[in-house]
């Protein structure tokens, strides 16, 4: 075998400069562009911090005008997407949904390989992608779409598409500190996914679909949908702290990932918890659900003075949608529609300053052998 250190999950290599985002396993941190994102989420519209992701800087009052003129109405499918998630099986998973979607928008875009348009294109799949979640999840439910408006911000007609009622201001507001959350993380797996796929001067909406497989998997993005499985498990209802003892001994037991906890990176409590916890409560007192919170509680103690790992962001975020009424598996659709904005972000910086992703191997195979 040949004798060279290989870096297994390239586990603490940087591979490249970014200037998007910064995340700081020592302080606890995470910015945007310099922004701490709980600064962001507690005073900024979504919109807001895609502009930025996007930009590098927050929007003045003229600019946010325009790309909201510009971009809202973008929010209505085209007929031939509206047609091909309806031609989907309705018990597809929502994360295969809106892959395929993105995969039909790009079929559309005959400039799909103009990487200078890049912008304009993130612009629209940013505004697209909610009118396919919200489709979907109706068409589950045998109900009609709803148009998207043009009054409502982006937090407010996700919600308004999905459920046909303008949400209540202090649902809105928990939805859109989750989308500022989700938005950004630099090189994680999906987003690292894109950067590849990016690097061979492919189009963004191959590098988006490539990103949506990669955030499905449960190590990644679908962890805010496998809390909630684990939430069922233990039960919701009082008496929260038993059940959860009896579940965690059997999880550890048998060597389970209890989803929602632990992270590559933070290594003693990933910086966004607190926040999506914060939104995640008022939405506990909105619904009266006092339940989950013993339950998050609960499993939060039991594992963490056991295993010593933290939540991470998907802990609190998988409840939180649960409370709002989607159903479990359009949590990591919901990611989607926030972390588009960072990964497109990410798409641009590498087509702009672009090597080719092409690390090496080393083999351990068969030695050198011969047919004849
Ligand atoms: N449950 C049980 N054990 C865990 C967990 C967990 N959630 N996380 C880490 N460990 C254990 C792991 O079994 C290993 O133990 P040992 O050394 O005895 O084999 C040790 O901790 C190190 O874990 P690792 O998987 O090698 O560490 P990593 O840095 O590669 O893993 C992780 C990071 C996120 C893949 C892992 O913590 C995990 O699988 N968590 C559950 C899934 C999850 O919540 N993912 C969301 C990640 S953050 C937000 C996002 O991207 O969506």
């Not at 895609?50 to 009052?61: C, H, I």
């Not at 490539?210 to 069922?232: Q, T």
């Not at 919170?293 to 802990?315: C, M, Q, T, W």
């Amino acid at each position: 075998m040949e004798e060279k250190e290989i870096y297994k999950g390239l586990a603490g290599v940087p591979i490249d400069y970014t200037a998007i985002s910064k995340v700081n396993a020592e302080t606890n941190s995470l910015l945007y562009r310099g922004y701490p994102v709980q600064e962001l989420a507690a005073s900024k519209t979504f919109e807001e911090v895609a502009y930025l992701l996007w930009n590098g800087e927050l929007p003045s009052e003229s600019e946010l005008t325009a790309f909201n003129e510009r971009t809202r109405p973008l929010r209505k499918l085209d007929p031939r997407v509206a047609a091909a998630v309806d031609a989907l099986p309705l018990d597809a998973h929502p994360m295969d949904v809106v892959r395929t979607a993105v995969s039909v928008i790009g079929s559309l875009d005959k400039d799909a390989w103009t990487l200078t348009e890049n912008l304009s294109k993130a612009e629209a799949l940013f505004a697209q992608i909610p009118a396919v979640v919200a489709r979907d999840h109706r068409r589950r439910k045998g109900l009609e779409p709803v148009e998207p408006s043009s009054h409502l911000n982006y937090a407010e007609d996700f919600l308004w598409q999905t459920f046909g009622e303008e949400p209540e201001a202090a649902v809105a507001d928990a939805f859109r500190v989750s989308l500022i959350l989700y938005a950004e993380h630099s090189f994680n797996a999906s987003t690292f996914t894109g950067r590849v796929i990016a690097s061979t001067l492919s189009d963004i909406y191959s590098a988006v679909t490539g990103a949506i497989g990669a955030l499905k998997g449960p190590l990644h993005g679908g962890a805010n949908e496998a809390v909630l499985h684990i939430f069922n498990e233990i039960g919701f209802g009082p008496g929260a702290k038993e059940r959860v003892k009896v579940w965690l001994d059997n999880a550890l037991a048998t060597k389970r990932k209890i989803m929602g906890f632990g992270h590559r990176v933070y290594k003693s409590g990933d910086s966004r918890v607190p926040t999506m916890r914060d939104a995640m409560v008022k939405m506990i007192e909105h619904y009266g659900r006092a339940d989950v919170l013993e339950l998050y509680e609960a499993l939060e103690e039991d594992f963490v003075s056991r295993k010593g790992i933290y939540p991470n962001l998907d802990y609190p975020a998988g409840p939180t949608y649960h409370l709002m009424g989607f159903e479990t598996e359009e949590f990591t659709p919901i990611f989607v529609a926030a972390r588009v904005t960072g990964w497109t972000a990410h798409i641009i910086e590498q087509v702009e300053n672009n090597a080719l992703i092409r690390p090496l191997s080393v083999y351990n195979g068969v030695p050198e052998r011969h047919v004849l």
